[in-house]
């Protein structure tokens, strides 16, 4: 008899149909909050705030994992969503979806800077050319534009054997430098995706666990990651693959032990609007450190700490579920058409 303890989990289920899977939104809710708790925690050492070493946990062990998670669990839909739409309408959805965004927000620091510049700990003049060439190579918001980079080369890659896709991906990431202009970080990338795109096309499905089974291969797997790292310090091009494999499936099993706990809702809350965290998670950061610091007066350590990382989560996650309502859909996508933001958030994939 099937109990909430050990109930199956068929992620092929969540991409390849309509039924949107929990442990998927949740391991992005897991990953979208590990990403506000390293900004914050950058923010501050930048400002000299931080106390003692920080480079272990909150520099290497996320940054080896968190971001290959989003491109994994993108990765599912992908096939599916062409398969429904097309090529030529899929591709319409994530310039809509995922480079509006991009070029959006880019235009909005751009024009915010100088009136928040006072504010951060280092500022760059505004230069039109700067700018442009910034925009085009992807670093005004790496993530949305590697993100659109890797599925159009899925598009292109979409009849090729699975095992192909996932070996050039791999191959590209480890011969392409990530700092290369426009092509390093979407070769960096695109092997998670791949990974992705594996996992959703056939009859693929995890295995009845337990809560103790998915604590011990949670445990396993964190276990692993941490002596890497610890071995061999960050990850770099020859080793991120194994890491971001490993550092997502460690979060997959986490996702599962959580999912029946109220911890998974919330998680699986902030996983739905992850996009809107990821967009406007660093103006609240910013905000709310200097709220602490200018308004109470305080650098003390975990509340520069926490409070940003938790304010940097709920408030655009809030925003987003609000955004029909405060009629701002078009800061997250085309603002022609009647998409909701669960809608929006489904054909993003983020």
Not at 16 to 27: E, F, P
Not at 280 to 298: D, K, N, P, Y
Request: aromatic share 16%; with cysteine; net charge positive.
């Amino acid at each position: 008899m099937n109990t909430v303890m050990e109930r199956p989990v068929v992620l092929s289920a969540s991409a390849t149909g309509n039924t949107r899977s929990n442990t998927v939104d949740i391991m992005k809710g897991i990953a979208i909050s590990l990403m506000a708790f390293g900004h914050t925690s950058q923010g501050m050492y930048a400002r000299g705030w931080w106390v003692g070493p920080r480079h272990f946990f909150a520099e290497d062990l996320i940054y080896s994992f968190h971001m290959p998670v989003f491109f994994v669990v993108a990765g599912l839909f992908v096939l599916k969503s062409l398969e429904r739409r097309g090529a030529k309408s899929f591709t319409l959805e994530k310039l809509k979806t995922i480079l509006y965004p991009y070029l959006l927000w880019a235009v909005l620091y751009a024009v915010l800077e100088p009136f928040i510049t006072r504010y951060k700990n280092s500022h760059h003049p505004f230069e039109l050319k700067s700018f442009a060439v910034s925009l085009l190579i992807g670093e005004q918001g790496w993530f949305l534009y590697t993100l659109f980079g890797c599925l159009m080369i899925a598009v292109l890659m979409r009849s090729w054997p699975a095992w192909l896709r996932l070996l050039a991906g791999v191959i590209a990431g480890m011969l392409i430098p990530s700092g290369m202009p426009v092509v390093g970080m979407i070769a960096r990338e695109f092997c998670f995706l791949a990974v992705g795109m594996w996992i959703g096309i056939g009859t693929y499905s995890i295995l009845r666990t337990s809560a103790l089974t998915s604590a011990a291969v949670f445990i396993g797997l964190a276990a692993f990651q941490a002596a890497m790292i610890w071995r061999f310090g960050a990850a770099n091009r020859w080793n991120y693959v194994l890491l971001g494999l490993t550092g997502t499936a460690g979060v997959f099993f986490l996702s599962r032990l959580i999912e029946q706990w109220k911890l998974g809702d919330l998680f699986c809350w902030l996983g739905r609007g992850s996009l809107g965290v990821f967009l406007m998670g660093a103006f609240v950061q910013g905000a709310t450190r200097e709220f602490l610091f200018r308004a109470l007066h305080t650098r003390e350590f975990w509340l520069q700490l926490l409070v940003p990382t938790v304010t940097s989560t709920i408030i655009p996650a809030f925003v987003w579920y609000q955004q029909d309502r405060l009629r701002l859909r078009w800061l997250f996508s085309w603002p022609i058409g009647k998409s909701s933001a669960s809608t929006i958030q489904a054909k993003s994939g983020v």
